[in-house]
């Protein structure tokens, strides 16, 4: 099993950054791919993720209208873009895969994931 992130960066507030995932090893009839970060000190917190069946997606109130999840099935890989990015923003951010009955509001933790990739690096300077 695979879950390989790219396209972290620092970039300065206000701007965008596009995050690639790209999975592999495991059968994505199963799971819904999402997006965790972890800013320093802080614990892990869920941003976003996707229900591939049906494209539904959830988001963290923190990044609603900001951030945008989505999918290219065809060739297993996932995105996250991110604009309108904020100091606060600044994280580790890692790909997941969880079942698909976590991906939803007040469910989607650390606690339901399967798998995780290495993380990227999100810096936003002020």
């Known amino acids: 099993v695979q879950l390989v992130e790219s396209g972290g960066g620092l970039v300065q507030a206000g701007g965008s950054l596009r995050l690639s995932c790209v999975v592999s090893?495991?059968?994505?009839?199963?799971?819904?791919i999402g997006w965790f970060r972890q800013g320093p000190e802080k614990e892990r917190e869920g941003v976003t993720c996707?229900?591939?069946?049906?494209?539904?997606?959830y988001y963290a109130d923190s990044v609603k209208g900001r951030f945008t999840i989505s999918g290219d099935i065809e060739v297993n890989t996932f995105y996250l873009q991110l604009n309108s990015l904020k100091p606060e923003d600044t994280a580790v951010y890692f790909c997941?895969?969880?079942?698909?009955?976590?991906?939803?509001?007040?469910?989607?933790?650390?606690?339901?994931?399967?798998?995780w990739g290495q993380g990227t690096q999100v810096t936003v300077s002020s």
């Open positions: 997941a895969a969880a079942p698909y009955y976590f991906c939803q509001e007040n469910r989607y933790s650390s606690s339901g994931v399967h798998y």
């Open positions: 996707m229900d591939n069946r049906d494209g539904r997606a």
């Open positions: 090893g495991f059968n994505l009839d199963h799971y819904a």
